[in-house]
């Protein structure tokens, strides 16, 4: 049974850093494509990263290109979202998802709960 847990979100100030896990569980990240996703309210959901972890590919929408890494832990089937300069904007729920393929970007088929970030002074 595929199954995604995120922790690690919080608030935080303007020019924070946060960084969120995606525990996996029911299959091995070794051969497949992870995304970090975030929905703010009232807009529509939208993809922020992803890592093909076959190969160590990465890919970020360009609103955190340079505050955001994705990384992923194998030992742990954990990917991982270091989120630095933290703005408002970025105050959303973050969701991680999979459709256990291999490549970058994906339609999640699987998705977790999500963990509340919010940024404000």
């Known amino acids: 049974q595929v199954q995604l847990v995120e922790s690690g979100g919080g608030l935080v100030q303007p020019g924070g850093s946060l960084r969120l896990s995606c525990a996996a569980s029911g299959f091995t990240l070794d051969y497949y494509a992870i995304g970090w996703f975030r929905q703010a309210p009232g807009k529509e959901r939208e993809g922020v990263s992803c890592?093909?972890?076959?190969?160590?590919?990465?890919d970020y929408t360009d609103s955190v290109k340079g505050r955001f890494t994705i990384s992923g832990d194998k030992a742990k089937n954990t990917v991982y979202l270091e989120m630095n300069n933290l703005t408002p904007d970025d105050t959303a729920v973050y969701y991680c998802?999979?459709?256990?393929?291999?490549?970058?970007?994906?339609?999640?088929?699987?998705w977790g709960q999500g963990t509340q970030v919010t940024v404000s002074s």
């Open positions: 890592i093909s972890n076959i190969n160590g590919r990465t």
């Open positions: 998802a999979t459709r256990l393929t291999t490549a970058c970007p994906i339609e999640p088929e699987y």
